[in-house]
């Protein structure tokens, strides 16, 4: 039998739409190609995606349930660790179904609603990650450098509003971009080229006017991407220079292990991220935006678990 969605033509249609109907009808539904016919591998890719995808979420609950009947991790830090975990949750559960789905029959049929709330949840949960890894980092400067004042500083109401706070940034900011979205039409082709509906693939099949989305996604760009990783350079600069003034090498090396797995997580998300946005989707560079994709939002969410809980004592 042949695969509906195994056509080599970048012009691929859905299989029950005429012709003669391609140029001239509005797009219902998009088809998310993912990396294309596997052939013979798919299901070996699929299985390795599969245990990924099922590590990722149970590593996740794992440390959220730890930390959650563990008394001696009620604290700041293992508070906003947890929701680190939960969003990788969700980052990874909006993803990688549909990539599944796409790696098993060739291809992933979704309307054009499930395509952007898709892009909803994936940019609400990277600007979430993106405020968390700074409130992360404001938590380690006050325990660094103001050890005497921390528990002071970091007390119930400030731990619940720092906790809320992503969040809520993270899905009420991203409604400035969803809203025009939403009200896109499609109608020159069907065929997203990814693992996921980002927003450039949607923009290049819109026929609708996209300089408000652009101008929009320019605007925000400093204060949900460059701001958060300014504030967490700025801090950690402080708190090296801290370390520095600690006179006895165990007490530099204690200091220093207490901030060293969130600055790896640091690196790994803001470095894939960077990366992302600063390869072209075009021609051969194509598959590596692919790649690259790929480690953010499938390895990402399964690397932090892993590196909280090899490199932390207490978990």
Not at 99 to 106: M, R, S
Not at 135 to 161: F, K, S
Not at 197 to 225: G, M, Y
Not at 270 to 291: E, Q
């Amino acid at each position: 039998m042949i695969n509906m969605f195994s056509l080599r033509s970048n012009n691929i249609r859905h299989p029950l739409r005429p012709p003669f109907m391609i140029n001239e009808s509005i797009v219902t539904e998009l088809i998310l190609l993912g990396f294309g016919n596997l052939f013979v591998f798919k299901i070996i890719i699929f299985i390795i995606f599969l245990i990924i995808f099922l590590f990722t979420v149970t590593g996740n609950l794992l440390i959220i349930v730890l930390v959650s009947i563990s008394h001696h991790l009620h604290s700041p830090m293992y508070l906003f660790l947890c929701h680190l975990s939960l969003s990788d949750i969700v980052l990874s559960t909006n993803a990688l179904p549909n990539l599944l789905g796409a790696i098993l029959h060739g291809g992933k049929v979704m309307t054009i609603l499930g395509c952007i709330t898709q892009f909803y949840f994936y940019s609400g949960i990277i600007i979430t990650e993106c405020f968390l890894l700074a409130v992360m980092a404001y938590d380690r400067y006050l325990a660094i450098c103001v050890p005497l004042h921390y528990i002071t500083i970091m007390d119930l109401t400030m731990r619940t509003c720092l906790s809320v706070f992503p969040w809520l940034i993270g899905f009420t900011m991203n409604l400035v971009g969803f809203m025009p979205l939403s009200h896109f039409q499609f109608c020159d082709g069907n065929i997203i080229d990814h693992i996921y509906c980002d927003i450039s693939p949607l923009q290049k099949l819109s026929c609708s006017d996209t300089s408000l989305l652009e101008f929009l996604a320019f605007f925000f760009s400093a204060p949900v991407f460059i701001c958060p990783c300014a504030f967490i350079t700025v801090t950690y600069i402080h708190i090296f220079f801290m370390i520095l003034r600690i006179s006895s090498t165990t007490g530099r090396q204690k200091a220093f292990s207490t901030c060293s797995s969130h600055l790896l997580v640091v690196g790994v998300f803001y470095g894939t991220l960077i990366t992302k946005y600063m390869i072209p989707s075009l021609g051969h560079l194509l598959i590596l935006n692919k790649i690259i994709s790929l480690l953010h939002t499938v390895f990402t969410p399964l690397f932090n678990p892993l590196v909280y809980s090899l490199r932390n004592q207490d978990i």
